[in-house]
């Protein structure tokens, strides 16, 4: 398999699991953000409702970014198999 078809099977890859994390792992998504964005503080944010917004937009965003890397690195493959 060509290199170009494993940098984009790979990349389909992150792609799907940070998609997936946003999508099913909102809140842990959240907690990281919070992390890399203080960086270092020890400030204890309180844990936002189930029904927040920011909680729907990551659900949304996310699966429409896993089915993106799935998607890119299915056809990539595919192609490659077809065409090769």
Same mark, same amino acid.
């Given at each position: 398999?060509? *290199?170009? +078809? @494993?940098?984009? $099977?790979?990349?389909?890859? +992150?792609?799907?699991?940070?998609?997936? /994390?946003?999508?099913?792992?909102?809140? !842990?998504?959240?907690?990281?953000?919070?992390?890399?964005?203080?960086?270092?503080? !020890?400030?204890? @944010?309180?844990?936002? #409702?189930? $029904? $927040?917004?920011?909680?729907? #937009? @990551?659900? *949304? #965003? &996310?699966?429409?970014?896993? *089915?993106? &890397? *799935?998607?890119?690195? &299915?056809?990539?493959?595919?192609?490659?198999? @077809? /065409? #090769?």
């Amino acid at each position: 398999m060509p *290199i170009y +078809v @494993l940098i984009i $099977d790979i990349l389909g890859i +992150v792609f799907a699991i940070s998609g997936f /994390l946003m999508a099913f792992r909102p809140m !842990t998504v959240r907690r990281w953000w919070r992390m890399f964005r203080r960086a270092g503080e !020890t400030e204890r @944010l309180a844990v936002p #409702a189930k $029904d $927040d917004p920011v909680v729907y #937009a @990551l659900r *949304i #965003a &996310g699966v429409m970014i896993m *089915i993106f &890397g *799935i998607t890119i690195a &299915g056809m990539m493959t595919f192609a490659h198999w @077809l /065409l #090769a």
